[in-house]
């Protein structure tokens, strides 16, 4: 079965920063691309990252580039996302999830396993 | 970014029932739409991929159609385990996009 387990988060000071790790375990990593999806509380799902198989082509939801970074590390099995310049709006729990094929693309895009969730909160 | 809008935002339905959640798109996404259910303090589950093509493990109950724009899931026979939120997903434009969700209640 596959499992992926997120961590690093926690309470951080706005303007702060955080690094999150999602290790993988039961499958490939290093044939899969990977994502970062949030939830902020109460609300919906939003996808903000994603990474292919090999590291080669990462992608951001608009609003974030620049301050998220989406890394991989496949000797370690290992997803990262540095989050740099937090805000109060970025509390939310961050999801990895797994996609589907090699790349981010269509139709590869879909999330067909998901960790369990690292909650990040931004306040003074 | 494609809009996703899912309706209704809440339904409540007894054991049994079937039901249908709509999701429309604000521009064509072809085929390319995933069904998530999610229960609350847990990750979302994939249940559906490519708009009608169910996930393994996944309860035949559940079924998926539409095409470009409009979309429906639909639970046939309702079950107490099935009381979540379920997402759809588009996934044929970047950013990929997500419905704001439809929260389904046992009566």
């Known amino acids: 079965e596959v499992h992926l387990l997120e961590s690093g988060g926690g309470l951080v000071q706005p303007g702060g920063s955080l690094r999150l790790s999602c290790a993988a375990s039961?499958?490939?990593?290093?044939?899969?691309?990977m994502n970062w999806v949030r939830q902020a509380p109460g609300k919906g799902l939003e996808w903000i990252a994603g990474?292919?198989?090999?590291?080669?082509?990462?992608f951001y939801t608009d609003a974030l580039r620049g301050r998220f970074t989406i890394s991989r590390e496949n000797s370690r099995d290992t997803l990262y996302l540095q989050m740099n310049d937090l805000r109060a709006e970025d509390t939310a729990t961050y999801f990895c999830?797994?996609?589907?094929?090699?790349?981010?693309?269509?139709?590869?895009?879909?999330?067909?396993?998901w960790g369990q969730g690292a909650l990040v909160t931004v306040s003074s | 970014d494609i809009q996703m809008t899912q309706s209704p935002p809440t339904l409540s339905a007894s054991v049994g029932q079937r039901v249908t959640i709509t999701c429309r798109a604000s521009?064509?996404?072809?085929?390319?739409l995933a069904w998530y259910q999610q229960k609350p303090g847990k990750a979302p589950r994939l249940l559906i991929y490519d708009a009608s093509t169910l996930n393994g493990g996944v309860p035949s109950r559940f079924s998926g159609s539409g095409s470009a724009t409009e979309f429906t899931l639909t639970i046939n026979s309702l079950q107490p385990e099935d009381s979540a939120i379920y997402y759809c997903q588009q996934y044929n434009s970047y950013a990929w996009t997500f419905g704001q969700g439809t929260k389904v209640e046992i009566k």
């Open positions: 999830a797994k996609g589907v094929g090699q790349t981010v693309v269509t139709p590869n895009n879909y999330f067909d396993m």
């Open positions: 521009q064509t996404v072809g085929g390319w």
């Open positions: 039961d499958f490939n990593f290093d044939t899969y691309a």
């Open positions: 990474i292919s198989d090999n590291g080669a082509d990462t």
